[in-house]
Nanobody, 122 residues
Framework: QVLLEESGGGLVQAGGSLRLSCAVS????????MGWFRQAPGKEREFVAA????????HYSDSMKGRGTISRDNAKNTVYLVMNFLKPEDTAVYYC???????????????WGQGTQVTVSS
């Protein structure tokens, strides 16, 4: 069983920062990608950031470029997403996912965590 568990969400004021964590178990990540997606009420799930487990190559959504940093700790089997200069529009449930192809398309990811709520107040 592949398990992903997000943590680190919470309530922050606009301009603040959060560090989201995703602990992963049950899968070898040598050929996989890890992605962060978010979904706000009334909106579709959208891509936030992704990282190749093996190479460390990263990719960010336009909204996250310059504000977010995705990284991974191989020893801890954990992926992180640090978001700075948070805006109210960043408010959403943030999901961690893993997939072979990765990329920005959510359907290419095989397993998902339960999500962690991020709320940014103005």
């Amino acid at each position: 069983q592949v398990l992903l568990e997000e943590s680190g969400g919470g309530l922050v004021q606009a301009g603040g920062s959060l560090r989201l964590s995703c602990a992963v178990s049950g899968r070898s990540f040598s050929s996989y990608n890890m992605g962060w997606f978010r979904q706000a009420p009334g909106k579709e799930r959208e891509f936030v950031a992704a990282i190749s487990w093996s190479t460390g190559n990263t990719h960010y959504s336009d909204s996250m470029k310059g504000r977010g940093t995705i990284s991974r700790d191989n020893a801890k089997n954990t992926v992180y997403l640090v978001m700075n200069f948070l805006k109210p529009e960043d408010t959403a449930v943030y999901y961690c996912a893993t997939g072979l192809m990765g990329g920005t398309y959510y359907a290419t990811y095989d397993y998902w965590g339960q999500g962690t709520q991020v709320t940014v107040s103005s």
